[in-house]
């Protein structure tokens, strides 16, 4: 039915209409179920509203439909006939950064909101600096409740000066702006009547239509080894010596009898096959989940990566990165002893030392700070126990991004972007 799939995330101040937005996306996309639609119109009338409120179809925890606001990343699906889409509808309230965090690392785009009447908030940039933190290739920022604004071109021709004169300050590849008003509809399945005056397409035209192939690095082969496949079929003479890496490719294209180098050993030897699912391939490229049979025989497990030969990553224990801290019973600290979770290798780290503080309102970075507490934003050194196999985070989100485990609880305490390997 589609032809590939766009990761989205929705951001932006509390109230701004991140969920309205979504539901909106789903209902008149028809994308919902009659029992899901039922059950809000159920529970809008319970509550007194006038019309469905279709926040609820992504509101499920009972605290968030008390309060009317976004806690937990919230994940919805649908699909047209162009594209799948992944949906994960971030919150906006400022204790809840790290959540917003999770849901954009993954994203191909986001979408930020920004009320019409208020226009832009502390909020509405810092959820900007943290999508071109996390190197989101696409950034649409839409500019809702327009209805409450009158449909005024004046109002977000000023919103759209604000945010361009504050993006200036960003990496941002590719910014589009959209009014829309998520209540009513308008731009955001269907082009809207209210607005002659905007010329450009739909919210859902735009996610349908935005490109996002050469988003993938395709340059440098990354294949981090996941699983090694050994059937036990004894009997079967072709499963006798069968031995197959499994992963998903991470950077770059692999071919069927290319010559591949295996870290850390640096041997190298060539690709016999390469296994899907659906059969046997001639070439993968990212994100494919696939296995691999190599010509000759190499101790590899998981934890390791295969490579080109000529275009190897930095293999390092020691690297700086981009932290952002995401334990409330804790605040890393030199010296923090934790468990660094990259690609397929787990290892233990230390943080050697906070390079700095990072104040994501004003961007200001506050070398003085010694530690970085919950939901806060830092450059951190770290000395991992085994190598890492590492790119940087700018040019491979998937071979430059980790996490930080607590070791005794295996609690998920941060979320990194490599900037060095040393």
Not at 213 to 231: E, G, T
Not at 267 to 290: C, H, N, Q, W, Y
Request: charged letters at 25%; hydrophobic letters at 40%.
């Amino acid at each position: 039915m589609s032809t590939d799939i766009l990761r989205f995330a929705t951001a932006g101040s509390v109230d701004d209409g991140k969920s309205t937005l979504i539901g909106r996306l789903l209902f008149d996309s028809k994308s919902i179920f009659e029992d899901q639609l039922d059950a809000v119109e159920r529970t809008s009338r319970g509550r007194g509203e006038e019309q469905t409120n279709l926040a609820l179809l992504t509101d499920g925890l009972r605290a968030e439909r008390e309060q009317g606001i976004t806690i937990d990343v919230a994940y919805r699906y649908f699909a047209t006939p162009r594209r799948t889409f992944i949906i994960a509808d971030t919150p906006g309230h400022i204790q809840y950064t790290r959540n917003m965090v999770t849901g954009a690392s993954t994203s191909d785009l986001a979408v930020i909101l920004v009320d019409a009447r208020k226009g832009l908030q502390e909020q509405s940039r810092r959820h900007a600096f943290l999508t071109t933190l996390l190197q989101v290739p696409h950034l649409v920022v839409a500019v809702n409740k327009m209805d409450l604004v009158d449909y005024s071109q004046e109002r977000f021709e000023e919103i759209k000066q604000e945010f361009t004169a504050f993006a200036t300050k960003l990496d941002v590849n590719d910014l589009t702006f959209i009014p829309i008003s998520a209540l009513h509809g308008d731009n955001v399945v269907d082009r809207s009547i209210n607005m002659p005056w905007y010329d450009g397409s739909s919210l859902l035209h735009h996610l349908e239509n935005v490109h996002i192939a050469s988003d993938r690095n395709l340059i440098d082969a990354r294949f981090p080894v996941q699983y090694v496949i050994r059937p036990q079929r004894a009997a079967d003479p072709e499963l006798h010596d069968y031995r197959g890496y499994a992963g998903t490719v991470a950077g770059g294209v692999f071919k069927a009898g290319d010559e591949v180098m295996h870290l850390p050993s640096g041997l190298t030897t060539r690709i016999a096959k390469i296994l899907t699912a659906d059969g046997e391939l001639d070439e993968v490229f990212p994100p494919m989940s696939v296995t691999m049979l190599l010509e000759d025989e190499i101790d590899i497990s998981r934890g390791d990566m295969l490579c080109r030969p000529n275009n190897q990553p930095e293999v390092s224990q020691d690297i700086e990165a981009m932290v952002c801290w995401m334990a409330e019973s804790r605040k890393l600290t030199p010296r923090s002893r934790l468990v660094v979770k990259h690609t397929t290798r787990t290892a233990k780290a230390v943080v050697r030392d906070v390079r700095y503080r990072l104040d994501v309102n004003t961007l200001h970075r506050d070398e003085d700070a010694s530690d970085l507490a919950l939901n806060e934003i830092g450059r951190v050194s770290l000395r991992a126990t085994q190598p890492l196999f590492a790119d940087e985070y700018k040019d491979n989100r998937l071979t430059g991004g980790f996490i930080l485990i607590e070791e005794g609880t295996n609690t998920t305490v941060g979320a990194g972007m490599i900037v060095r390997a040393e």
